[in-house]
């Protein structure tokens, strides 16, 4: 009884395919990501006139970090009132960490605003 060949290259051709797939459902995942950031943004400060400032962050919005099918995404907001502003991320279809950026360590705080996106 003989073995069937393998064709290797054909296998490195399937999984090389798989891969770009992967990454174009990703991107587009990622691209759906941050508009629905920009939504939520907007109906924060439509909610909420005491907003100061909004950042986006993370893998979300940092083009050279990963995206991952499971991301979340990121935002801070300074000002406002995080508690009213958390059923509005509630009604995404994504994952969405908010935090008081005023109630961060000064290190983390200044990282977000560094290399945030200001929305």
């Known amino acids: ?7 290797i290259e054909a296998a490195a051709r399937r999984i090389n ?23 939520i943004a907007a109906e924060f400060r439509a909610r909420d006139a005491t907003i ?11 083009m050279s970090r990963p995206y991952r099918m499971d991301s979340d995404i990121d935002i801070a907001i300074e000002g406002g009132d995080i508690l009213e502003l958390v059923s509005i991320t509630e009604a995404s279809t994504f994952s969405v960490d908010l935090i008081d950026i005023t109630e961060c360590e000064d290190e ?11 929305v």
């Open 108 to 118: 983390f705080a200044r990282l977000v605003r560094e290399f945030g996106t200001l």
């Open 52 to 62: 100061r400032l909004i950042w986006c962050f993370g893998s979300t919005f940092d």
């Open 17 to 39: 395919e798989e891969n770009r797939k992967e990454d174009e459902r990703a991107a587009a995942r990622r691209e759906a990501a941050q508009t629905e950031a920009r939504t």
């Open 1 to 7: 009884m003989s073995l069937p060949q393998f064709d």
